[in-house]
C-alpha cells in the first residue's frame, strides 16, 4: 500500500506564500499518474484546484490561476503547489490525489489558514 505524506501548510498573513509538498512512499511511483490537489473550505464541498498531467502540463480553476502553481518531481515522488498572494478565501483543508486507471490515492491532508 503506498502512503502520501502532506506537508507545508499553516497559518499566514493575507498576500504572503506558502509551498505545500505530497510525497509517495514508494520509490518511483507517481511517474505514470495525474497529480492534483484539492481543498475543502469549512461548510463547503471538496474543489479541485489544480492538475498536472504525466508530461507536466497544468490546469487551474480561475480562483487559483495566476496565484498557484502545482509541480511534479518525478525523482523525489512529489507534488508540490506553491502558493502566493494568499486570501482569507483560501483557507482550507488541502489534499493532493494521485490518479490512473489503476490507482487513486490521497493525502491525509494539510490546513491553510489565511489571516486578514
Known amino acids: 500500500q503506498v502512503q502520501f505524506v502532506e506537508s507545508g501548510g499553516g497559518l499566514v498573513q493575507s498576500g504572503g506564500s506558502l509551498s505545500l509538498s505530497c510525497t509517495a512512499s514508494?520509490?518511483?511511483?507517481?511517474?505514470?499518474?495525474?497529480g492534483g490537489w484539492y481543498r475543502q473550505a469549512p461548510g463547503k464541498a471538496r474543489e479541485l484546484i489544480a492538475t498536472?498531467?504525466?508530461?507536466?502540463?497544468?490546469n487551474y480553476t480561475d480562483s487559483t490561476k495566476g496565484r498557484f502553481t502545482i509541480s511534479r518531481d518525478n525523482w523525489s515522488n512529489t507534488i508540490g503547489l506553491q502558493m502566493n498572494s494568499l486570501e482569507p478565501e483560501d483557507t482550507a483543508v488541502y489534499y493532493c490525489?494521485?490518479?490512473?486507471?489503476?490507482?487513486?490515492?490521497w493525502g491525509q491532508g494539510t490546513q491553510v489558514t489565511v489571516s486578514s
Open positions: 514508494r520509490p518511483s511511483f507517481i511517474s505514470r499518474y495525474t
Open positions: 498536472i498531467s504525466t508530461r507536466g502540463s497544468t
Open positions: 490525489r494521485v490518479w490512473g486507471s489503476d490507482a487513486d490515492y
